[in-house]
């Protein structure tokens, strides 16, 4: 049974910096392509950021870009989001992804966490 159990959610002022982490169970981690999502009431889920499995290569949204950074422990079936400058427009709901290992990071995640919920204020 696959587990993703993302933690690090908080309420934070803008400006301010935070790191999310998400703990994986029931799959092979170093061979998961890991990705954070995020959504707001009344939107569509939208990727954030992902990273490979082979190379941790990476690859983020326009909006955090300069910002988060998405960074994995494969020893400890980690991946993190440190996100720094937060903004008032990055509240959301965080979501942790997994697929088998891919280079494309931007969709089609076959496993998810539960989410966590980052609040910025302004």
């Known amino acids: 049974q696959v587990q993703l159990v993302e933690s690090g959610g908080e309420l934070v002022q803008a400006g301010g910096s935070l790191r999310l982490a998400c703990v994986a169970s029931?799959?092979?981690?170093?061979?998961?392509?890991m990705g954070w999502f995020r959504q707001t009431p009344g939107k569509e889920r939208e990727f954030v950021a992902g990273i490979t499995s082979s190379d941790s290569s990476t690859n983020y949204a326009d909006a955090v870009k300069g910002r988060f950074i998405i960074s994995r422990d494969n020893a400890k079936n980690t991946v993190y989001l440190q996100m720094n400058s937060l903004k008032f427009e990055d509240t959301a709901v965080y979501y942790c992804?997994?697929?088998?290992?891919?280079?494309?990071?931007?969709?089609?995640?076959?496993?998810w966490g539960q989410g966590t919920q980052v609040t910025v204020s302004s």
């Open positions: 029931g799959i092979t981690f170093s061979a998961y392509a």
């Open positions: 992804a997994a697929k088998p290992a891919s280079i494309v990071l931007t969709t089609a995640y076959r496993h």
